[in-house]
């Protein structure tokens, strides 16, 4: 057996051991949303723009038990959804999770990523989180899913980062001393893990980023194993992360967690260092916000896509004027107030324009109106309507489409 296989071989025992996620089975779709799961709005994040269709083809690719996947098909009730995951224990609870909740009109396949060449066809959407990390060759898996991506695709990616997990991987070395040659028993790995925490100082910075950022989810044995006593895992940087993005062949689109890559978030109260960052490449002024927050960049998700993936940017009036608008599918509340819940469930509070021209985007299907006619029934501006874009809180249909 390879390297490569007995790494995978090991995964695959884990997973069986200890299926992940490990999230109640529910007899009805799960609550709430996230928007990268839905294609509406994870085109939408990436050009600027509602798609042209929605019947599209879309890849769980290291889907385990199945939380994501079930996720995808309440998500996108027109789309043909595949998993794929190399554990047949989790595999079996994602197909029963999806039996449960009335997620028909997907298929599960027992592959790895490198034997994604065996699905046929291609996808529109592919859905990659939590698993190139955790395989023994991420550019070779990476570089599979990219084959298997259609033109003007998208591919979001989910992997671990080495700054904001170091306590963990001090953790996960000192497991696996203690363990020695019973390393492999996973079960005697969380077993060891939950003594140590136990016996730690409660001033121990291992114990104190595991009570802080981690245990709520932790208290069960799927995710402490998933995280403490994983057999392969590769944290990364910008620089490595970088590196993985370009040997996929495919095209950075950004980060799906913008906020988090805002400068101005940690040094906006000194305006003149603003500035000097701006001489900054893109990936230069990533690394600077990863030093200077090194604990909020647990992890890299973001979009790749393949060309030619077409991209709005709503700058010309007579452009913005002609489109379509229409509320975003992934917003809670915001019909009973001008306060509510966005897409990544953070609280936003519009101006009472604002949220006008939102509820007068909620009209009748087959009688949309344009930006243009809308704002000749209420008192709001193009700027409103720029506002609600970039917040990802409307969708806007060229008017060619």
Same mark, same amino acid.
């Given at each position: 057996?390879?390297?490569?296989?007995?790494?995978? &071989?090991?995964? &695959?025992?884990?997973?069986? *051991?200890?299926?992940?996620?490990?999230?109640?089975?529910? /007899?009805?779709?799960?609550?709430?949303?996230?928007?990268?799961?839905?294609?509406?709005?994870?085109?939408?994040?990436?050009?600027?723009?509602?798609?042209?269709?929605?019947?599209?083809?879309?890849? /769980?690719?290291?889907?385990?038990?199945?939380?994501?996947?079930?996720?995808?098909?309440?998500?996108?009730?027109?789309?043909?959804?595949?998993?794929?995951?190399?554990?047949?224990?989790?595999?079996?609870?994602?197909? #029963?999770?999806?039996?449960?909740?009335? @997620?028909?009109?997907?298929?599960?396949?027992? !592959?790895?990523?490198?034997?994604?060449?065996?699905?046929?066809?291609?996808?529109?959407?592919?859905?990659?989180?939590?698993?190139?990390?955790? *395989?023994? /060759?991420?550019?070779?898996?990476?570089?599979?899913?990219?084959?298997?991506?259609?033109?003007?695709?998208?591919?979001?990616?989910?992997?671990?980062?080495?700054?904001?997990?170091?306590?963990?991987?001090?953790?996960?070395?000192?497991?696996?001393?203690?363990?020695?040659?019973?390393?492999?028993?996973?079960?005697?790995?969380?077993?060891?893990?939950?003594?140590?925490? @136990? @016996?730690?100082?409660?001033?121990?910075?291992?114990?104190?980023? #595991?009570?802080?950022?981690?245990?709520?989810?932790?208290?069960?044995?799927?995710?402490?194993?998933?995280?403490?006593?994983?057999?392969?895992?590769?944290?990364?940087?910008?620089?490595?992360?970088?590196?993985?993005?370009? &040997?996929?062949?495919?095209?950075?689109?950004?980060?799906?967690?913008?906020?988090?890559?805002?400068?101005?978030?940690?040094?906006?109260?000194?305006?003149?260092?603003? +500035?000097?960052?701006? *001489?900054?490449?893109?990936?230069?002024?990533?690394?600077?916000?990863?030093?200077? /927050?090194?604990?909020?960049?647990?992890?890299?998700?973001?979009?790749?896509?393949?060309?030619?993936?077409? =991209?709005?940017?709503?700058?010309?009036? #007579?452009?913005?004027?002609?489109?379509?608008? +229409?509320?975003?599918?992934?917003?809670?509340?915001?019909?009973?107030?001008?306060?509510?819940?966005?897409?990544?469930?953070?609280?936003?509070?519009?101006?009472? @324009?604002?949220?006008?021209?939102?509820? &007068?985007?909620?009209?009748?299907? *087959?009688?949309?109106?344009?930006?243009?006619?809308?704002?000749?029934?209420?008192?709001?501006?193009?700027?409103?309507?720029?506002?609600? =874009?970039?917040?990802?809180?409307? !969708?806007?249909?060229?008017?060619?489409?």
């Amino acid at each position: 057996m390879s390297d490569s296989q007995a790494i995978s &071989a090991a995964v &695959a025992k884990l997973y069986n *051991t200890y299926p992940f996620p490990p999230e109640p089975l529910l /007899d009805e779709p799960p609550p709430g949303y996230n928007w990268r799961w839905n294609w509406l709005t994870a085109y939408n994040f990436c050009t600027g723009q509602k798609p042209t269709r929605h019947n599209v083809r879309i890849l /769980d690719a290291g889907c385990g038990t199945g939380v994501g996947t079930e996720y995808l098909v309440h998500l996108n009730p027109d789309a043909a959804i595949v998993g794929i995951d190399l554990s047949a224990g989790a595999l079996a609870v994602a197909k #029963e999770r999806c039996q449960k909740s009335g @997620a028909t009109g997907v298929e599960f396949h027992h !592959l790895s990523l490198f034997d994604v060449e065996q699905l046929p066809g291609e996808f529109d959407l592919i859905n990659c989180v939590g698993v190139l990390h955790h *395989t023994p /060759d991420p550019i070779r898996g990476i570089q599979a899913l990219a084959t298997k991506l259609a033109p003007g695709g998208i591919l979001h990616i989910f992997v671990y980062g080495e700054l904001g997990r170091w306590e963990i991987m001090l953790m996960q070395e000192a497991i696996a001393l203690l363990q020695g040659d019973r390393r492999g028993d996973y079960t005697d790995g969380v077993q060891v893990g939950r003594q140590l925490f @136990a @016996a730690l100082p409660e001033e121990n910075r291992l114990r104190k980023r #595991e009570t802080e950022r981690w245990s709520w989810e932790n208290q069960r044995d799927g995710y402490f194993a998933d995280m403490y006593v994983h057999p392969q895992e590769i944290d990364y940087n910008i620089n490595t992360v970088f590196e993985l993005i370009d &040997a996929s062949g495919l095209e950075f689109v950004g980060f799906s967690n913008p906020q988090v890559w805002e400068l101005e978030r940690l040094i906006g109260k000194a305006p003149e260092l603003i +500035e000097r960052a701006k *001489t900054l490449s893109d990936r230069q002024r990533y690394r600077l916000i990863e030093l200077l /927050d090194p604990q909020a960049i647990t992890h890299y998700e973001f979009f790749l896509a393949r060309t030619p993936l077409l =991209q709005q940017n709503w700058l010309l009036d #007579e452009n913005l004027l002609a489109a379509i608008p +229409e509320p975003s599918p992934c917003s809670q509340g915001w019909r009973d107030s001008r306060q509510f819940f966005n897409q990544d469930y953070q609280v936003v509070n519009l101006t009472e @324009a604002e949220w006008q021209f939102l509820l &007068a985007c909620d009209g009748n299907p *087959t009688q949309q109106k344009t930006v243009e006619q809308i704002l000749q029934t209420i008192e709001a501006s193009l700027a409103e309507v720029r506002s609600l =874009q970039k917040q990802q809180l409307i !969708l806007l249909t060229p008017a060619a489409q």
